[in-house]
T-cell receptor, first 111, second 114 residues
Framework: GEDVEQSLFLSVREGDSSVINCTYT??????LYWYKQEPGAGLQLLTY?????DMKQDQRLTVLLNKKDKHLSLRIADTQTGDSAIYFC???????????FGAGTRLFVKA | DAMVIQNPRYQVTQFGKPVTLSCSQT?????MYWYQQKSSQAPKLLFH???????NEADTPDNFQSRRPNTSFCFLDIRSPGLGDAAMYLC?????????????FGPGTRLLVL
């Protein structure tokens, strides 16, 4: 079945880069997403990538997709304390409405 | 600003007492979703509406129902809440256009069952 896996925790120092990794199993995935969730809040869409792309950059965020290994990563450059949150990787297949989420990676940013 | 609104943000109910959570959207999106998110877990899709068409996930308990009286509003009804139903409930919307298929989430309603 469909599954999305992420490491549970990541700790970085302020100003360093953060890299959050994700693997997925559905080879028909078309959309791959990164969401951010702050305490007590809903999910905020950060960025997404189509499966026919290898990379997408948006200001401090860089998404890399390795389709062969079904591996997705999110790099946050110059990580700030305000980036502390849970980051969810998610995937969706074409034509359907169900999005499968990973369990989330909790990012801690040390000042 | 176009947005997804959930009311209330916090809801306390008693074991077995029916409760309704509300979601509204100003995005004029065709699709509305309800997710359940328990602590430190991924959001789990309960069901979604495409316009008036209701789509239930196979593993969603019968205790959970939904209503969508119009495009803007969608309700989650929990008929007899149990202690295990305490969670954050997230509403989301999407356009329904496969070329622009991203979901926009509301802030969530945290449900506490006493």
């Amino acid at each position: 079945g469909e599954d999305v896996e992420q490491s549970l925790f990541l700790s970085v120092r302020e100003g360093d880069s953060s890299v959050i990794n994700c693997t997925y199993t559905d080879s028909s995935s078309t959309y791959l997403y990164w969401y951010k969730q702050e305490p007590g809040a809903g999910l905020q869409l950060l960025t997404y990538i189509f499966s026919n792309m290898d990379m997408k950059q948006d200001q401090r965020l860089t998404v890399l997709l390795n389709k062969k290994d079904k591996h997705l990563s999110l790099r946050i450059a110059d990580t700030q304390t305000g980036d502390s949150a849970i980051y969810f990787c998610a995937e969706k297949s074409t034509g359907g409405f169900k999005t499968i989420f990973g369990a989330g990676t909790r990012l801690f940013v040390k000042a | 600003d176009a947005m997804v609104i959930q009311n209330p943000r916090y809801q306390v109910t008693q074991f077995g007492k029916p409760v309704t959570l509300s979601c509204s959207q100003t995005l004029n999106h065709n699709v509305m979703y309800w997710y359940q998110q328990k602590s430190s877990q991924a959001p789990k899709l309960l069901f979604h509406y495409y316009d008036k068409d209701f789509n239930n996930e196979a593993d969603t308990p019968d205790n959970f129902q939904s209503r969508r009286p119009n495009t803007s509003f969608c309700f989650l009804d929990i008929r007899s809440p149990g202690l295990g139903d305490a969670a954050m409930y997230l509403c989301a919307t999407s356009s329904g256009d496969p070329a622009r298929e991203t979901q926009y989430f509301g802030p969530g309603t945290r449900l506490l069952v006493l």
